[in-house]
């Protein structure tokens, strides 16, 4: 299906639906020689993976990770890694009310309007469980980066309007949502049991730092990385809005106070978020990017059914009450996927 792949010199391509048989991907372009097993990949999965917690959606996917093809012996071989994920806890029954009805803030509209079918069960293709996928790929990618000495780490920093006040790296994966910060992390599950209590949801910030990257990746016009960063970030279903660096608040600041001066240590500041001109400084990379509450909520809401006539609509499953937890896996592999295609555009091109 057009609009399924993603890179140039890293292609991805991902398939399968969310309450098909399987769910999965193929990598072409990985490189050859690089040890690589199952159980490197589950590590990232198992992070992304719904049930962990009370935040997070009760279905029971163990998202085991299945080589096909690209491996021998331990080794990347060069030629298409083919991962499958099978889906084993799949209830298309609980989407059968609501089969010739658009729920508000999903796709069943769009979709159907562009294809003239819809794959009801989840939302199909639209569904977040596609992103099990991306994070599969992002793991080979991870894997690349490694030994290049770059590192990617992305990490709630706000939730239902309740920010972090602090960066402690080391408290990231310790706490339910992912929050860099453990006091807010406590105030933030609060919040998210509450809504989830009386079938609501909500949104959050998911802020990404790259580190090791050197200066000089990224096209200077339509390929910029932060371009190509910014369409990877987007391209999760959740993800509404991003920003590098200083983002948004740059338009409040002078230009004194925006530039990024150097001395012969190298720059002052990195208001730019490690990017000028799209191309990498050497500097962090940091971006933030805005994720939506959660589409799928059992409150009452107004809609149409196929036919046009109106309803109220009421969605039922299990749902995710703040996406940002489970999301923090995907940014990371969006980035490792982007950060590795241009390494390799670099290469080539000084070769």
Known sequence: MAGSSFGDFLKITTFGESHGESIGVIIDGVTPGVEIDEQYIQIQMDRRKPGQSSVT????????????????????????????????????????DIQHSFRPGHA????????????????????GRETAARVAAGAV?????????VSVVAYTKAIGGIEC????????????????????????????EALAAIGDSCGGIVECRIRGVIPG????????????????????????????????????????????????????SNHSGGILGGISTGEEIIFR???????????PQQTIRTSGEEQ????????????????????????????????????????
């Open 108 to 127: 069943d509209f769009t979709y159907l309007k562009k294809y003239g079918i819809r794959d009801h069960r989840g939302s199909g293709r639209a569904s």
């Open 217 to 268: 990746l990224g096209e200077p016009v339509f390929d910029k990385l932060d371009a190509d960063l910014a369409k990877g970030m987007l391209s999760i279903g959740a993800v509404k809005g991003i920003e590098f660096g200083a983002g948004f608040e740059a338009a409040g600041m002078l230009g004194s106070e925006h530039n990024d001066q150097m001395n012969a240590s190298g720059f002052l």
């Open 289 to 299: 990017v805005a994720v939506k509450p959660t589409s799928s909520i059992s409150v």
């Open 141 to 149: 990618a991870r894997k690349l980066l490694e030994r290049r000495g």
């Open 312 to 351: 109220v609509i009421v969605t039922k499953g299990r749902h995710d009450p703040c996406i940002c937890p489970r999301i923090v896996p995907v940014v990371e592999a969006m980035a490792c996927l982007v950060i590795e295609d241009h390494f390799k555009r670099h290469a080539a091109l000084h070769h």
């Open 57 to 96: 959606s009760p279905r029971k996917e163990y998202d085991q990770v299945y080589i096909q093809s690209g491996v021998y012996e331990g080794k990347t071989t060069g030629t298409p890694l083919f991962i499958t994920l099978y889906n084993k806890d799949m209830r298309p029954e609980a989407y059968r």
């Open 165 to 192: 006040a602090a960066f402690i790296e080391d408290q990231i994966e310790r706490n339910a949502v992912r929050a860099c910060d453990p006091e807010a992390a406590v105030r933030m599950i609060e919040k998210i």
